[in-house]
């Protein structure tokens, strides 16, 4: 069974950064994509980006492209987030995941096991 411990939210200011790490276990590289979505209060749940495990393929929203990173670090099976550049736009709720399915979830297509951790907030201040 896949779990994730998301961490590393924050306050921070317009044109700031944060990185947010979410621990994972149970993984298994040759099948799972990992990423990241964001909620804000009464919109939308909306995908920011994922990366693929078994060939490196990565994919990020048109509203993250160029400040946003997402990594995996095998060594401590550990999905980063960096963000820079951030926006007031950016604050939300941001959520660590993963599929089974070659990043469909985050193309809105269900797959039949799909792991979220628990949220973390990011507030950016103008």
């Known amino acids: 069974e896949v779990q994730l411990q998301a961490s590393g939210g924050g306050l921070v200011q317009a044109g700031g950064a944060l990185r947010l790490a979410c621990a994972a276990s149970?993984?298994?590289?040759?099948?799972?994509?990992v990423g990241w979505f964001r909620q804000i209060p009464g919109k939308g749940r909306e995908a920011i980006s994922y990366f693929t495990l078994s060939d490196g393929t990565l994919w990020y929203a048109d509203s993250v492209k160029g400040r946003f990173t997402t990594s995996y670090d095998n060594a401590d099976n550990t999905i980063y987030l960096q963000m820079n550049s951030l926006k007031p736009e950016d604050t939300a709720v941001y959520y660590c995941?993963?599929?089974?399915?070659?990043?469909?979830?985050?193309?809105?297509?269900?797959?039949?096991?799909?792991?979220w951790g628990q949220g973390t907030q990011v507030t950016v201040s103008s």
């Open positions: 995941a993963v599929d089974i399915c070659y990043g469909s979830i985050w193309h809105d297509i269900p797959c039949v096991n799909d792991y």
């Open positions: 149970g993984l298994r590289s040759d099948i799972a994509t």
